[in-house]
């Protein structure tokens, strides 16, 4: 009779240590799905527009051709008033993030500068003339229409729209916080590296 005792608490601990180590083990994956699922849902935010502009500018576009061994001369020109809207911010894909799952912690290392997001162009065409010897034709139209929007694109590091989206970076982490708080984790940024670098992209 007591050896059947002596067995069943020995059972009982032995039981007891299977189940302490099965949750465990269990919690530690639920930790480690929680960290990367949190990591994802960061990233995917992608891009983030902390600022916008409007632009309105007039861009003026000629093209000469000589023809007939450099005796006759084709001319063709359009004034082209453009209409832009310009967003500024943070491509989040970038961010470099670590988890530290025994602390349920996101270490945020990297934050990426700055830069233009899209730009959404709309033109208008005045004073267009051509010559039958240099016409317009869809090539130069499309041409054209890129030529002016890198107009703009050119314009924004002098308007001052990138030194304002690095004002709203702290707004962007304090977004990236909110979401690890969601769900009982913190996010560490203390070793951040701030930088002055802008950044436009040419578009071709």
Known sequence: MELLFVGLI??????????????AVKKQANIQLQSTILIEKIRNVCKLVTVEGDFAEIYHYESVKEKFFNLITGRKKALILIDAKAHVGYDLSRVKLESDTKNK???????????????????????????????????????????????????????????????????AIALMEALAESIGWTLDYTALETGTQTSTKKLT
């Open 105 to 171: 912690k996101i270490i945020l290392s990297h934050f990426p500068q700055p830069e233009l997001l899209t730009i959404e162009t709309d033109y208008k065409y005045y004073d267009k003339k051509e010559g039958w010897l240099n016409p317009f034709t869809t090539k130069d139209l499309t041409e054209i229409n890129r030529e002016a929007k890198q107009f703009i694109v050119d314009k924004i590091p002098e308007s001052g729209l990138i030194q304002e989206a690095q004002k709203e970076a702290l707004n």
């Open 10 to 23: 020995i059972g009982a601990i032995i039981s007891y240590f299977i189940f302490s180590r099965f949750n």
